[in-house]
């Protein structure tokens, strides 16, 4: 995804042949594209748009006694991992690498530092290290979906932190740092399929087991507090997505016009596809199903938006939305509490279109992986580098997460106490209400 995508292309499997992804990424002073620099600084703001997006989703869920600490977990993200970022996180991320290759390193980006006077490709790299820096803020406020309603807040901010530093940075290196395993090896994943939502989701579903379910779940279902948020929230996030997918080209041009329209048909194919579902099963159309079917559609996509067609997005939307619907309905059989289904959306439906991508890639990209293997790159050998991806992402993601989860419950407290958890968050740990109906 780095800079070294601008000039490949984002082809992982031509990398090799067709750049010197080092010398890209060292960068070497230009001139200013100022038609791809304004379009990385919208996208960046799009991005960020996406944050109180996902905190509007979020907080029209819950009951109304944890509305505000359930948008707190989006909002603190903001600040906790936009410090830490700018400290270490861009060092760890896109340095050279160390460990074996775990995690980069590389003083010069500590604090952003030795970028000041930095064009990489006509771009400020301080435009790049701020749009990677929003991805980096949203991927950890994901999981507050599956702990919502029963975590401290202290307890929250300790775990992003640390998971931020031991699963996201190292998964970023991994998949987009020209020195990363997963990168060379030729995973496709250009906006955070993989890094993001399948991370994401897997480490939700390791803290929603190590926590336990909320206190009545799944006798007492807990009614959203506010869908008319939550449905606004849902389009925000459609908006943001197109800085999220379109701004990972890191330029502006094919591939960005590429990227925008495949993630515009994936979310409206998403949408309509479950509407269709809950039209057939209970002959109404919610508003509840058509937000979770636009995200549905957009996390498919995510992975794939510059490599697949029309069709492809069309597809992975549909699919997407009806794999996850029926993740959902699995979530209550097999007695997880998930709270707001952040696995059986972003790590269910993120994971279908990583995989799925490989057969809808386009004719002219399969053409030169062939010519770069020296032989015919067909998808399943496509799907095979997706598997080892998708593996290795896994086995990261539930390993550190577990670990955190305990030095979290041990030091600082994670599951609130019995008291806590009935009064509301928003009384227990912040004093506050969000909504007044004296």
């Known amino acids: ?23 890209a990424f060292a960068g070497q002073e230009n001139a200013i594209d100022t038609g791809s620099t304004c379009w990385m600084l919208i996208s960046t703001a799009l991005v960020l748009l996406m944050v109180p997006g996902l905190a509007m989703f979020y907080g029209g869920l819950v009951r109304t006694k944890n509305v505000l600490g359930t948008m707190m977990h989006s909002f603190v993200s903001l600040a906790v991992i936009g410090v830490l970022w700018v400290v270490c996180g861009y060092a760890l991320t896109f340095g050279t690498s160390i460990w074996g290759g775990f995690v980069g390193w590389n003083p010069d980006f500590f604090f952003l530092n030795g970028i000041d006077d930095r064009i990489t490709n006509g771009i400020p790299e301080y435009i790049i290290a701020m749009f990677q820096g929003k991805f980096a803020i949203i991927t950890p406020a994901l999981i507050s979906g599956a702990l919502a309603e029963r975590v401290y807040f202290r307890g929250y901010i300790l775990f992003i932190a640390l998971w931020f530093l031991l699963v996201y940075c190292p998964l970023c290196h991994w998949i987009w740092a020209p020195e990363g395993w997963l990168f060379k090896m030729g995973v496709i994943d250009l906006a955070g399929g993989l890094v993001i939502h399948v991370s994401a989701g897997i480490s939700a579903l390791t803290v929603a087991i190590f926590l336990g379910a909320r206190k009545g779940f799944p006798k007492m279902i807990a009614q959203p507090n506010n869908l008319v948020m939550t449905l606004m ?18 330029q502006s041009g094919l591939d960005t016009a590429r990227a925008l329209t495949m993630t515009q048909i994936s979310a409206a194919s998403g949408a309509l596809a479950w509407l269709v579902i809950e039209a057939l099963a209970f002959r109404k159309a919610t ?44 979530k209550m059989k097999l007695n997880y509490d998930d709270t707001l289904d952040c696995f059986g959306i972003h790590g269910v439906g993120s994971g279908m279109g990583v995989l799925v991508l490989s057969f809808f890639i386009r004719d002219s990209f399969m053409a030169k992986a062939s010519e770069a293997a020296g032989r015919t790159w067909t998808p399943w050998d496509q799907l095979f580098v997706q598997l080892k991806g998708m593996g290795a992402t896994i086995a990261l993601s539930v390993v550190m997460t577990l670990i955190i989860c305990y030095l979290v419950q041990k030091t600082v407290g994670f599951r609130i106490n019995e008291e806590g958890e009935v009064l509301g968050l928003d009384q227990a740990l912040h004093g506050e209400r969000g909504y007044d109906f004296t």
């Open 287 to 330: 508003a509840l199903g058509f937000a979770s079917g636009i995200l549905a559609g957009l996390v498919a996509i995510t992975p794939a938006a510059a490599v697949v067609q029309p069709l492809g997005a069309l597809t992975l939307g549909a699919l997407s939305s009806i794999i996850c619907y029926y993740a959902l309905k699995m």
């Open 1 to 23: 995804m780095f800079v070294n995508r601008l000039r490949a292309g984002f082809f992982p499997m031509l990398l090799l042949t067709l750049i010197a992804p080092i010398a």
């Open 233 to 250: 929230g849902a389009g925000l996030l459609w908006v943001g997505w197109f800085g999220f997918n379109a701004g990972s080209t890191l």
